[in-house]
């Protein structure tokens, strides 16, 4: 059977296990018709032009896992950043693992998405903002129907959350393939500042297919500082849907690591609903082998004096292929606005190959809007200046790959992450390096 | 310490130099004039393990043994240092850090540990009080937005930190005013012992009365077409190639 078949067929089933008279199942019923209707996507929509799904769809995936597998502390401690104290919400095959997880209702909501859902005391913030801001494709649409577990966290106002938030999914290959549908919620109230890390990681090499969608409100004046690290098995695909709705004067960050996986997907939107606010989207690519990562990004513009910043690297070897296609839409009222994009590429072998594919759409005339996009080599003679100082090739080519990615890692808040990433890109290329850059 | 036995190389099939013999003893300070085109930097960058360049013939010898199947850095490990004529900018590496992974990656080839960072640092401190560096620029990125004279001065400045046992030093004059030239001259003079050796390429007298050579050559076509003492540079000063052209041609 098809795997959109499967799917379709099995949500009679999976209205066993919720409450079918919630207002949220309302949604899911409007959700799976929108997918039964638009399937998933294919490289004749533009969006997804230069990514197929063929070679991810073709696996006979569980639907549902069986029961969750234990896995102790000590044996997935290195997928933690766990230099620092922080709140966890494991989840283990999709299903919410209490051992590993640290929540926390003191003062603020760290729980779950299956306690949100089903519970009356969260029920206020789930009409007002469950699926408000998720995108109504074929692929969230799915996610949304599925959707029953995942990170909850609410954050009510004036509160600085000392502690950064962990979100890990692990999934351990008790099922020869699997599907798995994380659904997060994160509503950040005025002036209070959250920082959140998201991570998937496979523990096996069987294939896992994740599609995750993720809706954050950042409410007046608040700041979100957020940081996805993909550095999936290459036997693993991720594709995450991220919606961001803005209110005035509010600062949201996001940070997309990306170094692992077969095929990782990010659709990142950025609604501007307010005035005097910026949104900041980051990211570094280093991939190989036959790796595929495709960042589509949106910022809405919507009204004035407000600024988006994005910077994306990309280093692509073997013959991996990379997309990026960052649209940044300029409302007519939204003047004063100041958007600035930048993606940089380095392609180290004839076989890989990058997409770029800045969009602007500008509607207002008083605006200062600019992008850029390159691709190219790595500096030869700035190799040979390096070798000829007592630097090795591969130390030479890692310090001038840290040197090209610095920004961005400059810009990420929380030194213990900065470390773990420049570890992550350190043991990727090879080398264990003695500086800091 | 270095011998160069007619050496010929290429790059992209075009033969530029043909035939070089040169040796340099530790102690001794070697000059290479000549004009624009001679193979001049050709020769340094030979010298230093440029995978450019092809060697169709010829040996060199550093310390009796052929350097020639070894890497740039190889080469960097064994005492090798090239001074560029155009240091390249690297942008988001620190001038400090870059020094540290170089040294740090030297001991490591000769089975040292890495430098105590206070070594480092006292080091560091001393070597740009030398070439009179602010210490501020050495958080500054590689060489980017440095002016031609802090470039070149940062050269010199890495030759302290590295001690090199061989320096090369391609037009290191070009781009200095009198002020940075007495600098890096100094240093240069300062870190000369009975030890190591150093090789000045340069077009003009101006740097040789600062670095006294032993011995200077004229490179011209690819070959050394003259060796003498530093006298040689004065009369090159004085009566230009013209006539090194008409004795070769004759």
């Given at each position: 059977m098809e795997?959109?078949?499967?799917?379709?067929?099995?949500?009679?089933a999976?209205?066993?296990?919720?409450?079918?008279?919630?207002?949220?199942?309302?949604?899911?019923?409007?959700?799976?018709?929108?997918?039964?209707?638009?399937?998933?996507p294919?490289?004749?929509?533009?969006a997804?032009?230069?990514?197929?799904?063929?070679?991810?769809?073709?696996?006979?995936?569980?639907?549902?896992?069986?029961?969750?597998?234990?896995?102790?502390?000590?044996?997935v401690?290195?997928?933690?950043?766990?230099?620092?104290?922080?709140?966890?919400?494991?989840?283990?095959?999709?299903?919410y693992?209490?051992?590993?997880?640290?929540?926390?209702?003191?003062?603020?909501?760290?729980?779950?998405?299956s306690?949100?859902?089903?519970k009356p005391?969260?029920?206020?913030?789930i009409?007002?903002?469950?699926?408000?801001?998720?995108?109504?494709?074929?692929?969230?649409?799915?996610?949304t129907a599925?959707?029953?577990?995942?990170a909850?966290?609410?954050?009510p106002k004036?509160?600085?959350?000392?502690?950064?938030?962990?979100i890990?999914?692990?999934?351990?290959?008790?099922?020869?393939?699997?599907?798995?549908?994380?659904?997060?919620?994160?509503v950040?109230?005025?002036?209070?500042?959250?920082?959140?890390?998201?991570?998937?990681q496979?523990?096996?090499?069987?294939?896992v297919?994740?599609?995750?969608?993720?809706e954050?409100?950042?409410?007046?004046r608040a700041?979100?500082?957020?940081y996805?690290?993909?550095?999936?098995?290459?036997?693993?695909?991720?594709?995450?849907?991220?919606?961001?709705?803005?209110?005035?004067?509010?600062?949201?960050?996001?940070?997309t690591?990306?170094?692992g996986?077969?095929?990782t997907?990010?659709?990142?939107n950025?609604?501007?609903n307010?005035?005097?606010?910026?949104?900041?989207?980051?990211?570094?690519?280093?991939?190989?082998?036959?790796?595929?990562?495709?960042?589509?990004?949106?910022v809405?513009?919507i009204?004035?004096n407000?600024e988006?910043?994005?910077?994306?690297?990309?280093i692509?070897?073997?013959?991996?292929?990379?997309?990026?296609?960052?649209?940044?839409?300029?409302?007519?009222?939204?003047?004063?606005?100041?958007?600035?994009?930048?993606?940089?590429?380095i392609?180290?072998?004839?076989?890989?190959?990058?997409?770029?594919?800045?969009?602007?759409?500008?509607?207002a005339?008083?605006?200062?809007?600019?992008?850029?996009?390159?691709?190219?080599?790595l500096d030869?003679?700035?190799m040979?200046?390096?070798?000829?100082?007592?630097i090795?090739?591969?130390?030479?080519?890692a310090?001038?790959?840290?040197a090209?990615s610095?920004?961005?890692l400059d810009?990420?808040?929380?030194?213990?992450?900065?470390?773990?990433?420049?570890?992550?890109?350190?043991?990727k290329?090879g080398?264990?390096?003695?500086?800091?850059l | 310490?270095?011998?160069i036995k007619?050496?010929?190389?290429s790059?992209?099939?075009?033969?530029?130099?043909?035939g070089?013999?040169?040796?340099?003893k530790?102690?001794?300070?070697?000059?290479?004039?000549?004009?624009?085109g001679?193979?001049?930097s050709?020769?340094?960058?030979?010298?230093?393990?440029?995978?450019?360049?092809?060697?169709?013939?010829?040996?060199i010898?550093?310390?009796?043994?052929?350097?020639?199947?070894?890497?740039?850095e190889e080469?960097?490990?064994k005492?090798?240092?090239?001074s560029?004529?155009?240091?390249?900018?690297?942008p988001g590496v620190?001038?400090?850090?870059?020094?540290?992974?170089?040294i740090?990656?030297t001991?490591k080839?000769?089975?040292?540990?890495?430098m105590?960072?206070?070594d480092?640092l006292?080091?560091?401190?001393?070597?740009a009080e030398?070439?009179?560096i602010?210490?501020?620029?050495?958080?500054?990125?590689?060489?980017?937005?440095?002016?031609?004279?802090?470039?070149?001065?940062?050269?010199i400045?890495?030759?302290?930190?590295?001690?090199?046992?061989?320096?090369?030093?391609?037009?290191?004059?070009?781009?200095?005013?009198?002020d940075?030239?007495?600098?890096?001259?100094?240093?240069?003079?300062?870190?000369?012992?009975?030890?190591?050796?150093?090789?000045v390429?340069?077009h003009?007298?101006?740097?040789?009365?600062?670095?006294?050579?032993d011995?200077v050559?004229?490179?011209?076509?690819g070959r050394?077409?003259?060796?003498?003492?530093?006298?040689?540079a004065?009369?090159?000063?004085?009566?230009?190639?013209?006539w090194?052209?008409?004795?070769?041609g004759?």
């Amino acid at each position: 059977m098809e795997l959109k078949d499967k799917l379709v067929s099995s949500f009679m089933a999976f209205e066993n296990t919720v409450d079918v008279d919630s207002p949220v199942h309302d949604v899911r019923n409007e959700a799976i018709k929108i997918f039964e209707d638009k399937g998933f996507p294919s490289k004749r929509d533009e969006a997804w032009k230069y990514t197929s799904l063929n070679s991810v769809l073709k696996h006979d995936y569980s639907v549902f896992p069986k029961q969750e597998k234990a896995i102790e502390y000590s044996d997935v401690k290195k997928y933690f950043i766990h230099d620092i104290d922080s709140y966890k919400i494991i989840f283990i095959d999709g299903k919410y693992c209490s051992h590993l997880s640290q929540t926390t209702h003191d003062g603020i909501d760290v729980c779950l998405m299956s306690s949100a859902l089903s519970k009356p005391k969260y029920q206020l913030i789930i009409e007002n903002y469950f699926n408000k801001v998720a995108t109504k494709d074929g692929l969230s649409s799915l996610n949304t129907a599925f959707s029953k577990e995942g990170a909850y966290i609410h954050i009510p106002k004036n509160k600085l959350v000392a502690k950064p938030i962990q979100i890990v999914h692990f999934s351990t290959g008790n099922e020869s393939a699997l599907m798995l549908q994380p659904r997060n919620l994160i509503v950040v109230d005025e002036n209070s500042h959250v920082q959140i890390i998201e991570r998937h990681q496979s523990l096996t090499d069987n294939p896992v297919l994740t599609n995750s969608v993720t809706e954050i409100f950042a409410n007046k004046r608040a700041i979100v500082d957020y940081y996805k690290i993909q550095n999936d098995k290459e036997s693993a695909s991720l594709i995450d849907s991220t919606s961001v709705n803005q209110k005035r004067e509010s600062h949201v960050s996001m940070h997309t690591f990306t170094f692992g996986g077969k095929l990782t997907r990010n659709n990142l939107n950025f609604y501007q609903n307010g005035e005097r606010m910026d949104s900041t989207l980051n990211g570094v690519t280093i991939i190989g082998n036959k790796q595929h990562v495709d960042h589509n990004t949106l910022v809405h513009h919507i009204e004035p004096n407000c600024e988006s910043h994005q910077d994306y690297k990309g280093i692509f070897a073997d013959q991996s292929t990379g997309v990026f296609n960052g649209k940044v839409l300029v409302n007519k009222e939204a003047q004063k606005t100041n958007a600035f994009q930048s993606n940089n590429n380095i392609l180290l072998s004839d076989k890989a190959s990058i997409n770029s594919k800045p969009q602007l759409e500008i509607f207002a005339d008083d605006v200062k809007c600019s992008h850029g996009c390159t691709i190219g080599q790595l500096d030869e003679s700035a190799m040979f200046y390096m070798r000829s100082r007592g630097i090795p090739e591969k130390e030479a080519k890692a310090l001038l790959m840290f040197a090209f990615s610095n920004n961005v890692l400059d810009s990420v808040k929380i030194p213990e992450i900065k470390q773990r990433i420049t570890k992550i890109i350190a043991n990727k290329l090879g080398v264990n390096i003695g500086f800091d850059l | 310490m270095l011998e160069i036995k007619d050496l010929h190389a290429s790059v992209d099939g075009k033969e530029i130099l043909r035939g070089i013999n040169l040796e340099v003893k530790a102690g001794e300070v070697h000059a290479i004039m000549g004009p624009n085109g001679s193979g001049k930097s050709t020769l340094a960058s030979v010298i230093a393990g440029k995978e450019e360049y092809e060697v169709e013939k010829g040996q060199i010898l550093l310390d009796g043994q052929d350097i020639e199947e070894l890497a740039a850095e190889e080469r960097a490990h064994k005492g090798v240092f090239l001074s560029f004529q155009y240091p390249v900018e690297i942008p988001g590496v620190s001038v400090t850090n870059f020094i540290k992974t170089a040294i740090n990656e030297t001991r490591k080839a000769k089975g040292l540990e890495d430098m105590p960072a206070k070594d480092m640092l006292k080091m560091i401190r001393e070597k740009a009080e030398l070439l009179e560096i602010d210490r501020k620029f050495l958080s500054r990125s590689l060489n980017e937005g440095f002016s031609g004279g802090e470039k070149k001065r940062n050269e010199i400045f890495q030759m302290a930190m590295l001690e090199p046992k061989l320096a090369i030093l391609d037009e290191t004059d070009s781009g200095l005013d009198i002020d940075a030239l007495r600098i890096v001259a100094n240093g240069v003079n300062k870190l000369k012992s009975k030890d190591n050796a150093v090789i000045v390429i340069t077009h003009y007298q101006r740097l040789l009365d600062h670095i006294v050579p032993d011995f200077v050559h004229v490179l011209y076509n690819g070959r050394i077409v003259k060796s003498g003492t530093k006298e040689l540079a004065h009369e090159l000063e004085e009566k230009g190639y013209d006539w090194i052209k008409e004795e070769v041609g004759a």
